[in-house]
């Protein structure tokens, strides 16, 4: 069985609710996963718009939630997620607005796709401190064993 990621907020390619945008509550979306690989030892989560600023011409990749070390027996994480409610041995990474934890999307032009991705590796990584994404996804090269990904859009109204 495949990876699996999914929510119960939106369907794949399906638009993100505003209660998780900048217009609504900016909550973070539930999450859940199955097919979790045999000899997976911890999961990452990276949530990011690659069509930022403006999806007619876009410019860079805009990260949204950034988390590590997630164990392989967690299947999923709770709408609106707190620090403290994360899975044991959950660390949080830097999103783009230079802080931890989830900020939801708020495109300043356009309809925007917003990916989930969730990885599966064969290691826990080290505590690499608030990493960036480009961080983090350095430290996972060469350890990922699978990959899943839930796309959602949004446009502000």
Known sequence: MALKLSSSAFVHSGEIPRRYTCQ??????PLTWSGVPAGTKSLVLIVDDPDAPD?????????????????PSATGLAEAVKPNELPAGTLDGLNDWKR??????????????YFHKLYA????????????KAALEQAMRGHVLEKAELIGTYQKT
């Open 24 to 29: 609504g509550e900016d909550l973070s979306v």
């Open 55 to 71: 999806p007619k011409a876009p410019r860079m990749t805009w990260v949204h939630w950034v988390l590590y070390n997630i164990p």
């Open 100 to 113: 931890a934890g989830y900020g939801g999307p708020c495109p300043p032009i356009g309809r925007h796709r």
């Open 121 to 132: 590796l064969d290691a826990v990584l080290p505590d690499l401190r608030k990493p960036n």
